[in-house]
């Protein structure tokens, strides 16, 4: 069963704009996809710096530093420098709110 | 022989947030700080400057290199409250972890009967020649063998000895660490709230280890600051272990190292830290060694959520040497950083430093090293190495070694490795009859033989033993 946590209010994430959070002491980014909410962590893992600050393109959150991407609906790291997959963590919007269930990779 | 113990008077209460106010780490908090206290003006006026300089500073960011591999997001100050005053009640029934300490009469070296037990129940005892004890950066009781004493030397709280050797204390405090390195060096040389200082004459040997125990409260501060001066052809050992009140303790320790060795000096420092693994711990941390001097450094780094550590050793003159030992042992969510720099700065010294890290979980450790050999400071001969261990998928271990040689007649080298634990080890262990969970404590045992193996004061293998074994998990 997931654990969800309270992260924030739906509206608090305008649209196409990564937005970082801290959910038991680990950082992840929660992206509204055109209305969709998704959460992956914000951790690249080339480097292991923050994502946060990224820019969106198309459906990949792209790294600030070197460029790497990574899908924001799996995690999959989807260009070099990056070769290992970043986290991605269950999401549930219940009305306004908005919960994350962490996984545990 | 009983040893005289200094339990340092007390205040009779805590504070009182109705006649101070909640202190931060603000103006407000900094002038309440500075009127509270009784020291020399030069303190006062370093103080001053110090934080002028934090307040014109900001906090490192990504982009700052020393900083590039830190995370400092769930870092919040406000969350803290500084120590305000220079000596604190202690409730009785605060839950420290204390190391029994026996001196070479068998009395405590406190002066009161100080019963501990480590966490994994078993009780040590160490003979010392002196020790102090603190309470969140404050020193709560002194001790001395009278027979160093009455040979100059010297083991006490560094804020009653900068009132009472103000001239000594004042050249050598924060000489070699620059308040503008970092927002934490600026804070901790404007607000320390005491801390260490032992001070070692010409040609005097202090025979047993001089023994420190730092200890802080749960969500408690901690701004201590270690002075250590050994004079020419002088010798000692400190043996330094900081612990917090549970495994899970919150706390922020923002500290300072600093070792001064002249000519011909023998000193063996050892730092076993293990915070509670909520803490927040930053330091600088230096060393000064002079002609034909030697340092052994043996850093075990157990506890804290994150880390930051500094830590340079500077040769200063000609044929000193330094030996560095650091084992980092981590796991769960700690995520440890080491900037270590081996700065040759004279010719015919020798360093040597050796990191050994094992991490289990999603832990990370982060260990960037530098050897820098100055111009002229020819026949050099400096070593660098960092192995890590790996013990699970999620960790990650970063390893950065660095040469920065402005010398042509120098040998330097650096190397790192980093892997899992070999499955045919495991196996073969297994197939003489081990559990696979005895089998990974073998290796990990094995994997820090090396460090072990370079230690030569069995009271200080027995500690960092007894450190790595709390660390261990049991591995299915």
């Known amino acids: 069963m ?12 305008p649209e196409n704009t990564p937005k970082t959070f801290e959910v038991d002491q680990r950082f992840v980014v929660l992206i509204n996809l055109s209305g969709e909410i998704f959460c992956i962590e914000d951790m690249c893992t080339h480097d292991g710096g923050t994502l946060g600050d990224g820019q969106l393109d198309g459906q990949c959150l792209v790294c600030p530093r070197h460029g790497a991407k990574f899908d924001v609906k799996n995690g999959k790291a989807m260009c070099m420098p990056a070769t290992e997959d970043t986290p991605s963590h269950t999401v549930r919007v219940d009305g306004t709110k908005v919960f994350v269930a962490l996984s545990d990779s | 022989m009983t040893f005289a113990s200094t339990p340092h008077p007390t205040t009779t209460k805590p504070h009182d947030d109705t006649e101070l106010g909640v202190m931060s780490f603000d103006d407000n908090g900094f002038s309440r700080f500075i009127e509270r206290r009784t020291e020399p003006t030069w303190l006062t006026a370093r103080r001053k400057e110090a934080w002028a300089i934090y307040e014109s500073l900001d906090w490192p960011n990504p982009r700052d290199e020393n900083w590039m591999r830190s995370d400092l997001r769930g870092f919040r100050i406000a969350k803290f409250a500084p120590n305000i005053d220079e000596s604190v009640a202690i409730p009785s029934t605060t839950p420290v972890r204390l190391r029994t300490v026996t001196t070479a009469s068998g009395t405590d070296a ?8 480590h966490a994994n129940g078993t009780d040590t005892t160490l003979e010392v020649s002196g020790s102090l004890q603190s309470v969140n950066g404050i020193v709560i009781a002194e001790a001395l063998d009278p027979q ?7 083991v006490g709280s560094l804020a009653r000895c900068a009132r009472d050797h103000s001239k000594l204390v004042e050249t050598h405090l924060h000489k070699t660490i620059n308040a503008s390195a970092d927002r934490f060096a600026a804070l901790q040389q404007a607000m320390w709230s005491d801390g260490y ?3 070692v004459p010409k040609n005097v040997r202090v025979p047993l280890p001089i023994h420190i125990h730092a200890a802080m409260g749960d969500g408690q501060v901690d701004l201590s600051h270690t002075l250590i001066v050994l004079e020419d052809g002088a010798e000692a050992t400190v043996l330094f272990e900081s612990a917090s009140p549970s495994d899970q303790a919150n706390g922020f320790h923002c500290g300072g190292v600093e070792l001064i060795q002249r000519s011909g000096s023998h000193l063996r420092y050892v730092n076993l830290q293990d915070w509670g693994r909520n803490a927040w711990h930053f330091a600088h941390q230096r060393a000064s060694v002079g002609r034909d001097a030697s340092l052994q450094w043996t850093v075990a780094a157990m506890g804290s959520r994150f880390a930051q550590v500094d830590q340079r050793v500077e040769l200063v003159e000609p044929g000193a040497t330094s030996q560095v030992n650091g084992v980092m042992f981590t796991r769960d969510k700690q995520h440890l950083v080491y900037n270590t720099l081996q700065h040759h700065n004279a010719p015919h010294c020798r360093s040597d430093f050796l990191y050994k890290s094992v991490l289990q979980d999603r832990s990370r450790t982060v260990w960037r090293g530098m050897i820098k050999v100055s111009e002229g400071a020819q026949k050099t001969d400096g070593y660098q190495r960092n ?3 790996m013990l699970s998928d999620t960790s990650r271990a970063d390893s950065i070694p660095g040469l920065e040689i402005n010398a042509d007649d120098v040998r330097c080298t650096h190397g790192s490795t980093s892997g899992r634990v070999d499955e045919e080890l495991i196996f073969y262990a297994q197939s003489r009859g081990f559990t696979r969970s005895e089998a990974v404590r073998m290796i990990v045992t094995g994997f820090f033989q090396q460090i072990f193996d370079r230690i030569t004061i069995e009271s200080v293998r027995d500690a960092l033993g007894a450190a790595i074994a709390r660390q261990v998990r049991q591995y299915e």
């Open chain 1, 2 to 13: 997931l654990d969800y946590q309270y992260v924030c209010e739906r509206d608090e994430l």
């Open chain 2, 110 to 117: 406190a002066g009161t009967e100080v019963t501990g037990t």
């Open chain 2, 148 to 154: 160093l004493a009455a040979k100059g030397v010297i």
């Open chain 2, 197 to 199: 200082f032992i001070y």
């Open chain 2, 387 to 389: 192995d890590n261990l």
